[in-house]
């Protein structure tokens, strides 16, 4: 769910950047989107979707990322007691973690090859493509009648 809005989808259309964590994210943005993320005014973590949507919305997150795979119902009996800025920085380390993997995978390659990896690969797949295609669209042009011998 978004983090400016609990009850809305996370989207990389929403207009709010704050509202997301992309998988290009650095760890020090992400640390600063999940501090900003909508709570409420009880300092205190729990894990109740109708009256505390923001903070069931992170502990769903953290669910979500936590190596032990922990519901997000465990997950608030772990963190009770612990303050709002506390639970934050728990939840923004874990899902840094989370993402390093993918994140590191994905610097490597749009670092290979001067950053022309991906062009590469693209123009690769679309020849192969055409390739492939041009059977069918010599008898769908054949069919249209613009099949010239």
Not at 76 to 104: D, H, S, W, Y
Request: with cysteine.
């Amino acid at each position: 769910m978004s983090l400016s809005s609990p009850h809305a989808k996370m989207s990389k259309s929403d207009a709010n950047p704050l509202s997301r964590i992309l998988l290009t994210d650095t760890p020090a943005t992400i640390h600063t989107k999940i501090l900003s993320a909508i709570t409420d005014s009880t300092n205190a973590v729990s894990y109740d979707p109708a009256s505390r949507p923001g903070v069931s919305n992170l502990l769903e997150l953290y669910s979500y990322f936590d190596a032990e795979k922990r519901s997000p119902q465990v997950l608030a009996q772990a963190c009770e007691g612990m303050n709002l800025k506390a639970f934050k920085t728990t939840i923004a380390e874990t899902i840094t973690e989370g993402l390093r993997p993918a994140r590191e995978r994905y610097e490597r390659i749009m670092g290979e090859d001067d950053g022309k990896y991906l062009e590469h690969i693209r123009d690769a797949g679309g020849k192969k493509a055409r390739e492939s295609a041009e059977p069918t669209m010599v008898e769908v042009r054949k069919a249209m009648g613009f099949w010239r011998s």
